[in-house]
């Protein structure tokens, strides 16, 4: 490595982790960036609750859903298997099919090895690191200086888009935006197989990461500074291996892409809505500083109208059009351009957008995260334009220079005022439009100084570098609340009291949110039903007992005490949860022949479910109906008189048909009794009288494998929404396991694709480049 190289990591890396370290200080303490009052907002909660909650953003997906999804994660390198499937939520369903499990991402591959907490913690640092050094090194390859490649930094990775949405996968795929660019600019100028490789891993990442939208932003990104750089000489080669590098890209990221386009089959309203812009007035979100609210006191939703830009990008991005890579600076003017009227929906390119297949049903207000990058890259360049001398030494382009910054100081200010005269409460102060106004006018008088040559360059680099630090620390700190370890779903008198399901399961339905979404997880249990897209065939066969929501599957009071159907009994619900704040809480107690209060914990009741079947039973096949037609088969079980202990609907005849006629009279009854139990596989010893048909309680789903006796079996699907199998008199060992082909494919073309990259890389043959090319560069040493 070249002693500016290593200067320009150690410099870059240090800028970062000071800024870090400041907007996370709270992790010195031993706190955990985590909002745990949205855990103490509910009944089981409440008398835990560690003290009053401070402002912050709608995150409660940080408690639903990663959090949740990171502790099962961590909870396979134990059981010694990927946890391919959930068993702890909507009846059961695919974990790794769906994206934001990012099994994958290396990023996540600290929750294999370390504590969740401190997982998480490492996390919230790495990301803005990496975000800011991908950026610098970005501009550092188009042309800009080293300060104005960390400026440029610094505004990316604590922009108001990335602090609102840390922690979920959103922010995971973001931060190898500038990653991206810098491969597509290395491989136009070097067409080796390194760059490939590098290109196609930074393509992947963001796949990978859980977040197949943004994934597709940042892809679109790519695409389009691949394009812009087409008119240079040979296009060919270039072309060949940028393709080459896409489909490396899409062969590294399979393993989640083929398991998740399969679930998309299955899911509920798969791409069957188109997502409204962001109204033209929340453009004010570039100069609003209070992010931390739910909604702040201009009236905008945190975290999707989050924006903040900074104030040096209004002052320094329009002098980029004087920097000698005038090209990108073109390029990411169109294109922060385009980003943004998509986002707020006018313009050109918002129609073609909304006429373009897939892409219209994305939700394509974040693109606000592109004209972030775009316009943080654009304040890189104006910077690096001023520490150059051929912009000061020039009068007239010192003249263009004060025009192009005084543009931006009057948009800025014009903007600044207006969120004050909206502004209807008194917050924080660093986070008070007044205070904006003052970073503001600090930027401003800083590039005055350059442009009237008042101030050296190392004090004018200083000086920038301060005011931008200064700016992205006070609006992002406190951006996300802290917890103390032991406040991050706390032990509760609620679920201490519960029982823990060993090797046999059971789960537990909870009514309305009598606690968080999804919450069983973290405590071991397993659930009814759950906050997540959910498979159409359990919003189906939960349809008028549980709310009309498109993202959950949560059972309703009403719901559960009005229908006479056993369907709630086949899911194996053997405790019902329902809260004091449930306005028929008392009405379960009047049922006591369905339900047996078991205890109360705090305002919430446990109920154990009389009439719940066992997680794995037998069927007399003498019971068997055959019902071709989902339709008919729903209609049947829901008839009050369909007795799913001694009846069974299947779609077709079992493929044993011969011997339901035969017995075995050495079987004094029929037993079902679970050997073993993980979250992607189970055993069971099976004792059948006679034929029978084994019915378990999770919802069918393709890649489920069955064997008995280790001969593997067909599965059929039973009672509209359960796995089955038919199995002969005599004991049995039976055993279920998730073995999907869409993993198994994903997998290996995902390792091919892997050591190709490893080969690319160890490679060190580079392609042949021509004498013209060699001339253009884009390389600025």
Known sequence: MRIQDRSFCLLTVGAALLVTLIVYAPLLTGRIPFPADLVFDFPPFAKAAPGPSVPHADIGDLVTSFYPYRTLASRALPEGALPLWNPYMLSGAPFLANSQSALFYPGNFLYYVLPVAAAWSIGFVLRPVLAVFFTALFLRKIGGTLTGAIVSGLLFAFCGFLMAFQGQAMSDSAIWLPLIGYSVVRLRSDLSNRSIALAAFALAMPVLAGHPETAAHLALTGMALGAFLLPVKPMQPFVTRFVVAGVLALGLASVQIIPTVEWLQYIHHPFKGVWPPRPLW??????????????????????????????????????????????????????????????????????????????????????ILVGSFGLSVLTGLGISALEGFHVLQSRDRRVWAAVLAACGFAIAFTMIFVVHELQKDMI???????????????????????????????????????????DVATVS???????????????????????????????????????????????????VGGYEVSLERIKTFLKD???DEMDSAMLTANGVLETRDRRIDMLNAKYIVVSEWDPRYLDFRKQPDRFRLMYTAGDTDVLENLRALPPAFLVPASGIEVVPDDAQQLN??????????????????????????????SISDKKVEWVSRRSSDFELDVAAREPSILVVSQIDYPGWKSY?????????????????????????????????ASFIVGLLLSVGALLLCAWAVVDRRYSETSERESRIRLDVE
């Open 708 to 740: 008995v006796d280790g001969r593997s079996v067909p599965i059929t699907r039973a009672n509209y929404a359960f796995p089955a199998i038919f199995v002969a008199p005599g004991s049995h060992r039976i055993r279920f396991s998730f073995q999907p």
């Open 282 to 367: 929340t453009v004010l979100t570039v100069v609003s500083r209070d992010i931390i609210r739910a909604r702040n006191t201009i009236g905008l939703s945190m975290p999707e109208q989050a924006g903040y830009l900074g104030m040096m990008t209004f002052v320094a991005a329009p002098l980029a059009l004087l920097h000698a890579s005038r090209k990108f600076a073109i390029f990411f003017i169109l294109w922060s351009a385009a980003a943004l009227s998509v986002a707020f929906g006018i313009g050109p390119a918002y129609w073609v957008v909304q006429h373009t297949p897939v892409l219209s049903f994305l939700k394509n207000a974040r693109l």
């Open 636 to 665: 049947r079980i829901k008839d009050p008189s369909f007795d799913p202990e001694r009846s069974v609907v299947l779609p077709g005849e079992p493929d044993e048909p011969a011997s339901l006629d035969s017995g075995d009279s």
């Open 477 to 527: 700190y406190g951006a996300i609340p802290f917890a103390r370890s032991r406040d991050i779903f706390p032990p509760v008198e609620f679920f201490d009291r519960l029982p823990k399901p060993s090797t046999t399961p059971f789960r537990i339905a909870q009514l309305g949110y009598a606690f968080g979404a999804n919450f069983e997880l973290i405590y071991g249990q397993l659930a």
């Open 428 to 470: 924080e102060y660093v986070r008070y439009p007044r205070f904006g106004l003052y970073l503001l006018a600090a930027s401003a008088f800083a590039i005055a100084l350059r442009l009237v040559r008042k101030i050296r360059l190392l004090h004018f680099q200083i000086l920038v570098m301060l005011i931008v630090a200064l």
């Open 545 to 547: 007992v549980s709310r």
